[in-house]
């Protein structure tokens, strides 16, 4: 069961950073996302309702599922989607595969649990894989100006990705059902947004094209419905940090299609870049032996 929920999260949330790109356009980033996670809960919340699966929930509980919606389902995609203007989608999934760094930090502030030797060890292949793939491009300028500004954002999302994991977890040791909890978290979460949208003055654009509709349906269906529910479940059934170990495979995923339509040129940097992000994530789950063995690589 647990392989299955990695796979079809994998699958589903690998995609849909090229679907973020396709939405850039003419509808405001804030109204994109308003869009998306209004139809999620749309979907979600009645159907669990019509199967009799949608658990009651106490006053305290819909506090955190607010906190929920807010992490997980409306600021850290307001800071995604805006890191996708200004660098390649496959490269902001590459900064999301850092999760399971945060996670482990948050877990050890908000819980208490030991960050263990090779989790900094992680931290230093990750980051250094990072700087690999961004460091020559954002010097050349190849991305622009506003690449660190991106990257930036990347980074920021990821933390509130992050947090909202460690509201998961509060929810799942309350006994709340995660397709429960994303039902009102989605709901609370669009209604911030539309907050986001009256206090900004944000239009509310209509949809312009068939493109666009596909993207949205993609993302709220696939991306959220099912995505962040089978997320959650792992998060529910192994634990936020080994959940997060899904997000390593995102970048394969999402690069590939980045350099298929938009121009991501592969290169050896590329390469060396995202096998050191891999690897910084894959040590946090390994034994004490494998990274031992990677540090003697290393000296080598």
């Known amino acids: ?70 992490c997980l389902f409306s600021m850290n995609f307001v800071c995604f989607y805006n890191a996708t203007r200004f660098i390649p989608s ?5 900064v999301f595969s850092l999760a399971t760094l945060y996670n482990a930090v948050l877990a050890r502030l908000l819980f208490g649990e030991p960050i263990a030797r090779r989790t900094l060890f992680a931290a230093a292949l990750g980051l250094g894989g990072l700087a690999v793939l961004f460091a020559p491009a954002i010097r050349d300028g190849a991305f622009g100006t506003n690449a660190p500004f991106g990257l930036a954002l990347a980074a920021l999302g990821t933390l509130c990705f992050s947090l909202g994991n460690m509201v998961s977890r509060r929810n799942s040791a309350a006994g709340i059902p995660p397709a429960t909890a994303n039902a009102w978290g989605m709901s609370w979460g669009a209604a911030f947004l539309m907050v986001l949208i009256l206090v900004t003055g944000t239009p509310i654009v209509a949809p312009p094209d068939a493109t666009y509709l596909l993207a949205l349906g993609w993302l709220a269906i696939f991306g959220s419905v099912i995505g962040f529910t089978t997320y959650l479940m792992l998060v529910a059934r192994i634990g936020s940090g080994r959940a997060a170990y899904a997000t390593v495979m995102f970048p394969v995923v999402a690069l590939v299609l980045s350099g298929l339509w938009e121009g991501y040129v592969w290169d050896g940097r590329t390469v060396l870049g995202l096998g050191l992000t891999i690897a910084g994530n894959v040590v946090i789950f390994a034994g004490p032996a494998v990274v031992d063995r990677l540090r003697g690589l290393a000296r080598a």
């Open 1 to 70: 069961m647990n392989l299955a929920l990695f796979a079809v999260t994998v699958f589903v949330w690998g995609t849909t950073w090229f679907a973020i790109a396709l939405q850039l356009g003419p509808v405001p980033v804030l109204t994109s996302i308003f869009y998306r996670f209004a139809l999620a809960a749309v979907i979600l919340g009645p159907g669990l309702a019509l199967t009799g699966r949608l658990a009651p929930m106490r006053p305290r509980d819909h506090g955190f599922a607010a906190l929920l919606g807010v």
């Open 90 to 94: 496959g490269l902001v999934s590459v």
